[in-house]
């Protein structure tokens, strides 16, 4: 199993790599709660531990946010598993050229963020954990 801020590395090179300039924070929060996604589609299981929650502008894991300035400076080679890399590649092209706002809203389309926002008003950040259960129903209507 993968720690998502070893994926955010390889995002976040990937990204300066291929665009030119840093990857935002949101982007990269949200890119990663896809790759969950499509793990759960393609295996039937998460490819890292960690979990998101339901913030206002969508899916917002902590440990990305605690280590979000050293992801952004990190240069060295990050070793993932291969089919683990097909599906971040996958998602990556997907949604590489999506500003941030743009993956906000497709990831608002998504049962297990709504499911995680019940009892909150909108524009409050809230902090409710998006279950690994929730994404897996997600995922299962992505292949229906």
């Known amino acids: 199993m993968e720690k998502i801020v070893d994926i955010a590395k390889y995002l976040s090179k990937k990204y300066f790599s291929e665009k030119g300039e840093l990857i935002d924070e949101m982007k990269l929060h949200k890119i990663t709660f896809f790759i969950q996604k499509e793990s759960f589609s393609r295996y039937g299981e998460p490819m890292f531990e960690e979990d998101f929650e339901g913030w206002k502008l969508g899916p917002v894991c902590r440990a990305i946010r605690k280590d979000f300035e050293k992801i952004q400076k990190f240069k060295d080679k ?53 279950s690994k259960e929730d994404i897996f129903l997600d995922a299962k209507e992505l292949n229906s």
Request: charged share 30%.
């Open 78 to 130: 990050v070793f993932l598993e291969k089919e683990n890399i097909e599906i971040v590649d996958f998602i990556f092209e997907k949604y590489k050229d999506m500003d941030s706002y743009e993956l906000s809203h497709l990831t608002h389309l998504e049962y297990s963020w709504i499911k995680s926002r019940i009892g909150i008003e909108n524009g409050e950040n809230g902090n409710v954990i998006i």
